[in-house]
């Protein structure tokens, strides 16, 4: 049964006379959410209590004419007692799962004083009026869940009706008076109440469903980009640009694959793609290494950033062998099997993050160019690198010589081949000459299509 009509909030989620989540699952983790401020706030109104109850010592002496100090001697030290007693107990590890239980025996406790109080001072029926205040107190103050607040204001409005009227002798017309002002109390403060757990109990699904999209919301900027980078985004840096004095940085591109792509239905051509680039996501993060993006059948990845690693072009150069290995066993949606260009390349670069409404980590700088023209000016299935790359991993892989070659905005350039890595504890093996430059007529040919985006 659900609470309030079918234009409430609240009615599809809460049970209508209970005020619980009809989810028990949900009901059990508010519980737990409210058990720190609730056991706060129980400690604070067993407070507040006792500060009542000793101002009401100086009120006393005007209301009631015999056994005064019999009065404040059980308001002082055995109704204040009896508080303080719940206090202590809510600081034991036991009650602070079962705090209502403090709740209860408190202001049943306090309810019985109140009334022994009425008898020993033989008070007019408009004093027992005052219990009133009680009643309210036990449906706004003392933080109840609505049916444990129920239970125990009706409760103690049984015990003090059944002990004080009675006692003090009130008339016909005084205790008629005195048990509607009872009454009103509690439907007012069970209405109060019932609101009360019914906004409480919204604004934790509220608050869950915004903290469960912001969750979702950093795991989707996590995956945009690289953790450290969103965690300055979301921490209120605006503009992120870093320059970065030594990196390596590959591009990957399957050899042929726009003609495949214009043959084939794009499902065909977006599944072979998602296994693809999914292969190389694995690997690039086993490496610590960051992928940056990819660009129809182009795979950018770059090493030394956002995070410093001191050997990230070893890092990729690892990776470089990896995915030439990972392709083996594949094939394009034509039946042919997969081929790779790969460039390498190290140097300085700036990275940082562009856009307002879809961000992007990019890269920029001389560094990206070189790397995005030795994949292009590559040969299928194997690693292009510049000189500069090969000095730094001569001692740990091997390459091949390829010669100088003609690289447009670059000129000739000593590049070479990655073929494989040094067994451990081997030295490396010294790698062939290179051949002599060639002529301008015998030269390479240059690439004369520069990098996309932000590459260029």
């Known amino acids: 049964m659900t609470a309030g009509r079918d234009d409430d909030p609240a009615a599809p989620l809460l049970e209508r006379l209970t005020v619980r989540f009809i989810d028990r699952d949900l009901e059990a983790e508010y519980r737990t959410s409210q058990r720190v401020r609730n056991l706060r706030q129980t400690r604070l109104a067993l407070g507040i209590s006792m500060t009542l109850n000793t101002i009401f010592v100086a009120i006393d002496p005007i209301t009631f004419d015999v ?30 799962k079962r705090w209502p239980m403090l709740l209860f025996f408190g202001a049943v406790g306090y309810t019985s004083f109140a009334a022994l109080i009425n008898v020993l001072g033989e008070g007019e029926g408009a004093y ?26 009706w409760l103690c409005t049984a015990i003090y009706c059944s002990v004080a009227p009675f006692a003090i002798q009130l ?5 008629g008076f005195v048990s509607l002002m009872l009454i009103s109390a509690n439907a007012i403060g069970m209405f109060a109440l019932y609101r009360t757990e019914q906004f409480r109990r919204l604004d934790f699904v509220n608050t869950r469903a915004i903290s469960e999209e912001r969750g979702r919301f950093q795991q989707l900027l996590n ?22 004095e030594d990196s390596t ?24 793609l998602d296994g693809l680039f999914s292969r190389f996501d694995a690997l ?41 290995k990972a392709v083996e066993d594949m094939q394009t949606p034509d039946g042919q099997l997969v081929h790779l260009r790969i460039g390498l390349h190290s140097g300085p670069l700036v990275a940082g993050v562009v856009g307002g409404s879809r961000f992007l980590y990019d890269l920029w700088g001389d560094t990206v160019n070189t790397a995005s023209r030795m994949e292009a000016l590559g040969e299928p299935g194997r690693i292009q690198v510049t000189d500069g790359t090969r000095s730094r991993l001569a001692d740990s892989f091997i390459f091949e010589p390829r010669g100088d070659v003609e690289v447009k905005g670059k000129g000739p350039m000593r590049l070479w081949y990655l073929t494989g890595r040094n067994p451990p504890n081997e030295s490396a093996p010294a ?25 260029a």
């Open 249 to 272: 940085v590959l591009f990957a591109d399957v050899v042929g694959f726009t003609g495949v792509a214009a043959d084939h239905p794009p499902h065909q051509v977006l599944d072979f």
């Open 128 to 153: 027992a009026g005052g219990f009133v205040t009680v009643v309210l107190a036990i449906y706004v103050l003392l933080p109840f869940y609505f049916l444990h607040g129920l239970v125990t204001a």
């Open 171 to 175: 008339s016909a017309g005084d205790l």
């Open 67 to 96: 056994n005064q100090g019999t009065i404040m001697l059980l308001r002082l030290f055995v109704a204040n007692g009896w508080l303080l007693l719940m206090m202590g107990l809510s600081l034991l590890p036991y009650f602070h």
């Open 223 to 244: 995956r945009i980009l690289p953790v450290s980078v969103a965690a300055r985004l979301h921490g209120g840096e605006e503009r992120i640009a870093d320059l970065y």
């Open 284 to 324: 690039v993060e086993a490496r610590g290494l960051e992928k940056i993006k990819t660009i129809g059948d182009e795979y950018m990845v770059a090493g030394g950033l956002p995070e410093v690693k001191p050997d990230h072009a070893e890092a990729m150069a690892d990776l470089a062998l990896e995915m030439l």
């Open 431 to 455: 790698s062939p000459a290179p051949d002599r430059p060639a002529s301008a007529g015998t030269s390479a040919p240059a690439s004369t299509a520069g990098p996309t985006g932000s590459m």
